[in-house]
């Protein structure tokens, strides 16, 4: 079994900064690639950012300049560093993950979301 878990989302002010986490579990389980996502409640669930294996990055131009995607392979960890938040990036975030193991791939695995909220 697999499993994704997302952490750091919060209460912010406009102009702070969080750092959200998407940690992966599993005997000899091991990140590939990371989207990350964002949905506001009654609107349209956004692609806000992307990493993969080595280290290319792809962001949404909503967020370019203040989100930044990081890898930690020793701890199967993808970070989403988000600076200068603003209110329209208030939603519950979620990562989604390809995964390799031994011998195994295993695709479109979700985290269980975690909520940003910025406002004054």
């Known amino acids: 079994q697999v499993q994704l878990v997302e952490s750091g989302g919060g209460l912010v002010q406009p102009g702070e900064s969080l750092r959200l986490s998407c940690a992966a579990s599993?005997?000899?389980?091991?990140?590939?690639?990371v989207g990350w996502y964002r949905q506001a409640p009654g609107k349209q669930r956004e692609t806000v950012a992307t990493i993969t294996r080595p280290s290319i990055t792809s962001y949404a131009d909503s967020v370019k300049g203040r989100f930044t995607s990081s890898r930690d392979n020793a701890v199967n960890t993808v970070y989403l560093q988000m600076n200068n938040l603003k209110p329209e990036d208030a939603a519950v975030y979620y990562c989604?993950?390809?995964?390799?193991?031994?011998?195994?791939?295993?695709?479109?695995?979700w985290g269980q979301g975690t909520q940003v909220t910025v406002s004054s």
């Open positions: 599993g005997n000899g389980v091991s990140i590939y690639a």
């Open positions: 989604n993950a390809d995964l390799r193991g031994y011998g195994s791939d295993i695709t479109n695995v």
